[in-house]
């Protein structure tokens, strides 16, 4: 069993389209993550959610909405696309009570908007 | 601004011989992660270290952390071609235990 899942693997799409990412994790952690890595790898938290309540958003535009119905989902939607959000997304999850910060890592989402 | 910085960003060895990359950060912390990438794959956990001082081993690799220095090594020994991967070190910051600001990344690359 896959413990951070993410579709789709692959999104080719239009600029100015809305799309969305969907992460789920069956660690039974209570916090969860978007990174994003650019093109020279360079990764980025973007958000992150601790029992479906926002704590962490970085600078990141409006277009970028982040949406957790329960602990283990969280979705990611993505409005006006633009070239420069082809990037790779990660989901990313963690248990708080351990209090090591060690996060646990989806397979990514190849975002290519054209 | 947390930065974390990786030396070298490439590396190209031979089999067998050892190596160390090196993750300097500009802040205080006490919490570093290692992880591995393969290409166009997830990112691995390697190791986490938490205190100073800390040191630990897994096969081939060994990590450890000087937190007075903020300096965080990733001692390769004696590689093999598996080993080729990306390295990333991360560094977490304040109490937000999940917001971990990465380094560049090191290309390894073991020929034969």
């Known amino acids: 069993d896959t413990a951070v899942s993410q579709t789709p693997k692959y999104l080719v799409t239009q600029m100015g389209n809305d799309k969305s990412i969907k992460c789920e994790q069956n660690l039974g952690h209570d916090t969860m993550y978007w990174y994003k890595q650019d093109s020279k790898k360079f990764l980025k938290i973007m958000f992150s959610y601790n029992n479906k309540e926002l704590i962490i958003n970085e600078t990141v535009p409006n277009r970028f909405s982040p949406k957790s119905p329960d602990k283990a989902h969280l979705n990611l939607h993505i409005n006006s696309l633009e070239l420069g959000d082809s990037a790779v997304y990660f989901c990313?999850?963690?248990?708080?009570?351990?209090?090591?910060?060690?996060?646990?890592f989806g397979e990514g989402s190849r975002l290519t908007v054209l | 601004e947390l930065k974390v910085e990786q030396n070298p960003l490439f590396l190209s060895m031979q089999e067998g011989k050892n190596y160390t990359i090196y993750c300097n950060y500009s802040?205080?912390?006490?919490?570093l992660y290692w992880y591995r990438q393969d290409p166009g794959k997830s990112l691995e956990s390697l190791f986490v270290?938490?205190?100073?001082?800390a040191v630990k081993q897994e096969g081939r690799l060994m990590a450890s952390l000087d937190t007075k220095a903020r300096l965080s090594t990733l001692h390769i020994t004696a590689a093999v071609h598996d080993l080729s991967a990306t390295y990333f070190c991360a560094v977490g910051s304040g109490t937000s235990y999940g917001k971990l600001t990465f380094g560049q990344g090191t290309i390894l690359t073991v020929h034969p």
């Open positions: 990313a999850s963690s248990q708080s009570e351990t209090n090591t910060g060690e996060l646990f």
């Open positions: 270290l938490l205190s100073n001082g």
């Open positions: 802040t205080t912390s006490d919490r």
